[in-house]
């Protein structure tokens, strides 16, 4: 079992920074792959971005913006999200990739004002 908290969401004006976190518990070595993913109202929830011990990837709208990362001695995955649109409004979820499930956060909303 996996645990994930998600802390850092809000309202920031366009063109702005801001900085999602993911905690992570519990069978932490299980984890193959960690990832940010969102859901925008009415649409279907994306990929963000994701790392693992060697490479992390990105969704083609969020590179060059977004920067994930992590701290092992903290079991915490970040987001740092830079020059925000509009569009990128949505729940942001942290996900744990492991053998045989995935584990998800409960998510935050991230609210990007014009």
């Known amino acids: 079992q996996v645990q994930l908290v998600e802390s850092g969401g809000g309202l920031v004006q366009a063109g702005g920074s801001h900085r999602l976190s993911c905690a992570a518990s519990?069978?932490?070595?299980?984890?193959?792959?960690m990832g940010w993913y969102r859901q925008a109202p009415g649409k279907q929830r994306e990929l963000v971005a994701t790392?693992?011990?060697?490479?992390?990837l990105y969704a083609d709208s969020v590179k060059g913006r977004f920067t994930i990362s992590r701290d092992n001695a903290k079991n915490t995955v970040y987001l740092q999200m830079n020059s925000l649109k509009p569009e990128d409004t949505a729940v942001y979820y942290c996900?744990?990739?492991?053998?045989?499930?995935?584990?998800w956060g409960k998510g935050t909303l991230v609210t990007v004002s014009p």
């Open positions: 996900k744990a990739a492991t053998i045989p499930r995935d584990y």
């Open positions: 519990g069978s932490i070595s299980s984890i193959k792959f």
């Open positions: 790392i693992s011990e060697s490479n992390t």
